[in-house]
């Protein structure tokens, strides 16, 4: 194929303007309504036994065309389409749109990896990982102490479980990089390069993972993009080699969805969305963005949503309140940016006209500036950082996997509700950082340590009920979070192991602080919500 690319990131640089995801005018996504098998044609084209679609690429100027991979759960059927001509992509638009065989059709949207990269000197105060534990002594900009994410009470708690295999979708990784020894996710039912789908997925010798950039099963980051966030998740830690990532344990399985220009077609995500799904990933990092909606990935991003897979997405880096996806689909993680002394990333060190991107759709904010991890050209580097929201949603997703391996059960909506309302609140710059949740900041910056409380206190038989309570055990106080909010007859009521009511509120929000003062012991915290009575054991110690 004749790829023409956008070079969003060459114009980004040279303009202090808007970046937009411009059409790929070169390739259509065409959504079919019924099931079909994908034939053999000519020139890489497939014939789909629909008459009518059939003609239309026999008899234009469409150079391939062929079938999209969607999860083995799905019932979507996608045809990605790409043109000789892209003077004619509107007129093919048209023309398949008004078939009756086809659901919609859309152009393939290009986005981008949310971040930029910089070097350092030889100085082994750069080597601080400020975002898991900030001393206030960072010396590449401003640092707070305690601005971070509480990393190190986290790990007390855990420190990751092998069986929890998280996504990465981005420019790929550097797969022999030491401090990843054993942690690469493996598709042992693939035998290697003896170039045999052995497993009948679509995806020969995908032993390590899948290049969806170049259609090969070489995921190797060949951008540098990829390898920073792969770290940022799960660099190995007490190993005494590189860096600490949140989750030490945990399986990473590599998605190249980026090109060596850090940019990607929507397709690429959305058929490394329904891989990573259908190959057991629980939570995809998506560290990427295009301005462009579009149906077809949203409907990958509801396929993994649907089959309990979290998606952590980044807010992107213009300092403005556009919506980038997949940050702004519903029901995904979307992570603005903070920088060491918790102000909001504005701008990032690559640019005066970078900043966080905010807006009605961010779920919290993370460390994202000044960012160290692993180089994608050197095993021994260890001075190369980045900065942007692609590096806060890491962050988040390995804060996630944490949680997924104190609690398995976790589905998405509830991880999302705990990591929004166990994150710290009113930390940031007053005039953006408002009570409760805000547009700059969402519920507030991650704090690992109060995700892992609050999740381990949601136990089997309680997962149905439609509200939180952490921490649990509980000292002075203990914070009440709702699924949705409750009606105007609701109520909470405590009572002691005689029954005895020991406290009642019947005024509720989304999020509500109880201030415990009775004696140590156990409890029941009961919720009626003028319908249905619900009730949660609590400790107070």
């Not at 000197?121 to 102490?145: E, I």
């Not at 493996?186 to 170049?214: K, M, R, S």
């Not at 095993?379 to 950082?385: A, G």
């Not at 929000?509 to 009775?518: G, T």
Request: glycine share 10%; charged share 15%; aromatic share 12%.
């Amino acid at each position: 194929m004749n790829k023409i690319p956008i070079k969003l990131i060459l114009i980004f640089l040279a303009f202090p303007m808007l970046i937009t995801a411009e059409p790929a005018y070169e390739r259509l996504i065409i959504k079919i309504k019924t099931p079909f098998e994908a034939g053999n044609s000519d020139n890489e084209k497939i014939t789909t036994g629909i008459e009518e679609i059939d003609m239309i690429i026999l008899m234009n100027e469409i150079s391939g065309a062929r079938k999209m991979k969607t999860g083995k759960l799905s019932n979507d059927h996608f045809i990605i389409v790409t043109l000789n001509d892209p003077s004619k992509a509107e007129m093919l638009l048209k023309l398949f749109s008004s078939l009756n065989s086809v659901e919609f059709v859309e152009y393939d949207y290009q986005g981008e990896g949310g971040s930029y990269t910089g070097i350092v000197p030889n100085d082994p105060h750069y080597y601080r990982q400020w975002g898991l534990k900030n001393d206030g002594s960072f010396s590449l900009s401003t640092a707070v102490t305690g601005a971070d994410i509480d990393m190190e009470l986290a790990w007390n708690i855990t420190q990751g479980d092998s069986n929890i295999v998280v996504g990465v979708m981005d420019s790929g990784f550097k797969l022999d990089h030491p401090d990843f020894a054993g942690r690469i996710w493996i598709n042992h039912a693939e035998i290697p390069n003896n170039l045999v789908d052995d497993d009948g997925n679509g995806f020969t010798d995908d032993y390590t993972g899948w290049n969806f950039a170049y259609n090969n099963n070489n995921p190797t980051d060949d951008q540098g993009h990829g390898t920073n966030v792969t770290g940022i998740i799960g660099s190995t830690g007490n190993n005494s080699i590189g860096f600490a990532g949140v989750d030490w344990n945990c399986k990473l399985m590599i998605l190249k969805g980026l090109d060596n220009n850090n940019s990607g077609f929507y397709s690429w995500w959305q058929e490394a969305i329904y891989y990573a799904v259908d190959n057991g990933a629980k939570v995809i990092n998506m560290s990427v963005g295009g301005s462009s909606f579009s149906s077809s990935l949203q409907t990958a991003i509801n396929y993994a949503i649907s089959n309990n897979v979290s998606i952590v997405a980044s807010m992107m880096n213009f300092n403005n309140a556009v919506p980038y996806y997949p940050a702004a689909y519903s029901g995904v993680i979307g992570v603005g940016s903070t920088n060491p002394n918790d102000q909001r990333s504005n701008p990032f060190f690559w640019s005066a006209s970078s900043g966080s991107n905010y807006g009605s759709h961010i779920s919290v904010c993370a460390p994202g500036n000044y960012i160290f991890g692993p180089n994608y050209q050197s095993n021994t580097n260890y001075t190369s950082y980045w900065g942007g929201t692609s590096q806060a949603a890491p962050h988040v997703s390995g804060v996630v996997s944490l949680m997924l391996s104190q609690n398995p059960g976790l589905n998405p909506n509830q991880i999302k509700s705990i990591i929004e309302f166990s994150s710290e609140d009113q930390v940031g710059n007053p005039s953006e950082d408002m009570p409760g949740w805000d547009q700059f900041y969402g519920h507030g910056r991650l704090n690992a340590h109060n995700a892992l409380t609050m999740a381990i206190g949601i136990d089997e038989k309680e997962r149905n009920i439609p509200f939180m309570a952490y921490p649990n055990p509980a000292g002075t106080e203990i914070n009440v979070i709702f699924s949705k909010l409750p009606f105007n007859k609701s109520s909470i009521c405590i009572y002691n192991m005689s029954g005895i009511k020991v406290y009642e509120r019947t005024t509720l929000n989304l999020q509500n602080r109880i201030y415990l003062n009775f004696s140590p012991g156990i409890y029941a915290m009961n919720f009626h919500d003028g319908l249905n009575s619900y009730t949660r054991k609590i400790v107070i110690h």
